[in-house]
T-cell receptor, first 113, second 114 residues
Framework: KAGVTQTPRYLIKTRGQQVTLSCSPI?????VSWYQQTPGQGLQFLFE???????NKGNFPGRFSGRQFSNSRSEMNVSTLELGDSALYLC????????????FGQGTRLTVV | QQQVKQSPQSLIVQKGGIPIINCAYE??????FPWYQQFPGKGPALLIA?????SEKKEGRFTISFNKSAKQFSLHIMDSQPGDSATYFC?????????????FGKGTKLSVIP
């Protein structure tokens, strides 16, 4: 069974640009969550989607957005990139998202210069 | 406000030792407590998880101990091996409103020396 797939693995962007990251969940999983991982702040929740609906959002500015498609694949977008957005962005999938096993992808390493 | 506090930040043990990583939580609504293992360049991998209706759970060499009254839980790794060297994260989530997220501890970097 294929795991969670995130693309691309690495990205280098310039301040002010925007970026889109993609996540394909495990087959059959309908919940996709996104997390930002940095050395200083650790793993922080961005948002969660289920059946194309955002059910929960973390404490991040509106520059961070996401969406989910009918096949459960998800994308997250960051507009007007700042240096502080440099991080590992992780996607996790689970069956329902509610207190069930969540499986992470390898992440997308975003560097903003 | 850090809702899940994890200690220690780093830990060095010899092969065969039993590292113990501790976590404490504040929100009594939390009712699901997973542990994740992360190697450099990889995403976190689910190791083991516990719910508050049990005080201990074992899976292979990994054991979670849970103390509901103290709002603490810990991970023990039996017969640790150099291949266990990684960063370990505890996490917590809750049912009901806002339940679709994991709140993570800051992580413990474990080094197992031969």
């Amino acid at each position: 069974k294929a795991g969670v797939t995130q693309t691309p693995r690495y990205l280098i962007k310039t301040r002010g640009q925007q970026v889109t990251l993609s996540c394909s969940p495990i087959s059959g999983h309908r919940s996709v969550s996104w997390y930002q991982q940095t050395p200083g702040q650790g793993l922080q929740f961005l948002f969660e989607y289920f059946s194309e609906t955002q059910r929960n959002k973390g404490n991040f500015p509106g520059r961070f957005s996401g969406r989910q498609f009918s096949n459960s694949r998800s994308e997250m977008n960051v507009s007007t990139l700042e240096l502080g957005d440099s991080a590992l962005y992780l996607c996790a999938s689970s069956f329902t998202g509610r207190n069930t096993e969540a499986f992470f992808g390898q992440g997308t390493r975003l560097t903003v210069v | 406000q850090q809702q899940v506090k994890q200690s220690p930040q780093s830990l060095i043990v010899q092969k065969g030792g039993i590292p113990i990583i501790n976590c404490a939580y504040e929100n009594t609504a939390f009712d699901y407590f997973p542990w994740y293992q992360q190697f450099p360049g990889k995403g976190p991998a689910l190791l083991i998880a516990i719910r508050p209706d049990v005080s201990e759970k074992k899976e292979g060499r990994f054991t979670i101990s849970f103390n509901k009254s103290a709002k603490q839980f810990s991970l023990h790794i039996m017969d640790s091996q150099p291949g266990d060297s990684a960063t370990y994260f505890c996490a917590a989530s809750k049912s009901g409103a806002g339940s679709y997220q994991l709140t993570f501890g800051k992580g413990t970097k474990l080094s197992v020396i031969p």
